[in-house]
């Protein structure tokens, strides 16, 4: 009974996973290694024939600085969509440009192009580059920027960090992404695959979000290049190999708050007015010529003032600068009493030294007739 029950739950679980329906069936196509599944064909007019059922049409607005450069590469816009049986039309009155369908129309998504192609021209896109977007390998994104910062002047500051010095920043974005990138006004226009598209809006809100500056994403992009040359890496976590960037906190600059004065509810006297002046200190009843006398007087000696000013900023160049004082008023008084007793003992040395040049000087002779002679006696003034 057992083994009975065993092959009844086994004969349940294979009728769940078996999936009836036509759509199930494997196809031919499924495992032929000569098929690309991702590559995308060109569209041919045979595919519908018949043309499109309903007229579709997209219009969009574009600036008045646009108005000129439009004008003259319209007719450059309107023979690429010919070719697709698309019509466009340019209103100036409006400032709106307007794609839709005709009998002609074969393929279903190129109205969806279209509609691509008049938003990049509205954003300053240049018409032959705006122009590839027909192509079905080509996709574009407009990645709007102006309401991610409050800020005036960090809006435009972080903007510039993703253009960079000399647009190098975004020439290098550029060539590692593999798209046309746009830095105009509140958006930024992009270009190229879905994989480049991807990583270039995650750089821009990034960039303008600031939680990553732009070099630091194109050193992961690099580094994400090699890696993908060595097949050995293939199927491996990426992670380990990418470089690591923590966000810094710079500390900023503290605003002073001004301290707020108490509130009273009357208002701040009235400051005096001119003529009020005037009233108080009698002018206002001068005469003209006395009022010119004094203007004339207040000018003069301002100009004295100046005059004085400048004298003495000339002057000071011609002014010496003052010698360093000792430092000490006792040790200057020490140099001079030592300077003295030096002179002192310098003279009493000249002395002895004088003497000893008389002694030896002294004739033996008259010397010795010196002292034979018996001193004379002075005499007294007393009489």
């Not at 993703?162 to 990138?181: D, H, M, R, W």
């Not at 108490?262 to 003209?288: A, C, R």
Request: charged share 35%; aromatic share 8%.
């Amino acid at each position: 009974m057992a083994a009975e029950n065993g092959e009844i739950e086994v004969k349940e679980m294979t009728k769940k996973q078996k999936h009836k329906g036509k759509h199930d069936k494997p196809k031919p196509w499924d495992e032929d290694p000569n098929i690309d599944h991702w590559k995308i064909e060109k569209f041919d007019s045979s595919w519908n024939e018949s043309g499109m059922l309903e007229a579709s049409s997209f219009s969009t607005l574009f600036p008045q600085y646009r108005e000129k450069y439009l004008q003259e590469v319209w007719p450059m816009v309107k023979s690429a969509l010919k070719e697709y049986g698309v019509a466009c039309e340019l209103n100036l009155v409006e400032g709106s440009m307007t794609v839709s369908t005709t009998r002609k129309t074969r393929d279903p998504y190129i109205i969806i192009k279209a509609r691509d192609l008049i938003k990049l021209l509205s954003r300053s896109v240049p018409a032959p580059q705006a122009i590839k977007i027909l192509n079905d390998e080509m996709q574009c994104d407009i990645i709007k920027i102006g309401n991610l910062v409050r800020n005036k002047e960090r809006f435009v500051k972080r903007r510039q960090h993703l253009v960079g010095p000399n647009s190098s920043t975004l020439k290098a974005l550029e060539i590692l992404t593999g798209c046309y990138i746009l830095v105009q006004g509140n958006t930024v226009a992009a270009m190229g695959s879905f994989k480049g598209l991807k990583q270039v809006r995650r750089i821009v809100e990034d960039c303008i979000q600031n939680k990553m500056h732009p070099v630091y994403h194109i050193k992961i992009l690099m580094m994400k290049k090699e890696l993908e040359m060595d097949p050995a890496l293939k199927n491996e976590n990426w992670d380990r190999f990418l470089p690591k960037f923590k966000k810094k906190n710079v500390k900023q600059k503290k605003v002073k708050s001004k301290e707020k004065k108490p509130y009273t509810p009357f208002p701040p006297p009235q400051p005096p007015s001119k003529v009020d002046m005037q009233l108080e200190s009698g002018e206002y009843f001068w005469s003209n010529q006395k009022k010119q006398a004094k203007k004339w007087q207040e000018k003069q000696e301002k100009q004295a003032e100046k005059t004085a000013e400048n004298k003495r900023k000339r002057e000071a160049a011609f002014i010496p600068p003052e010698e360093p004082k000792e430092q000490n008023a006792g040790t200057s008084e020490d140099k001079n009493n030592d300077v003295a007793a030096i002179a002192i003992s310098i003279k009493a040395k000249a002395k002895e030294f004088g003497k000893k040049k008389a002694i030896e000087n002294v004739n033996a002779e008259e010397y010795i007739a010196a002292s034979g002679e018996l001193p004379k006696k002075k005499k007294s003034k007393h009489v």
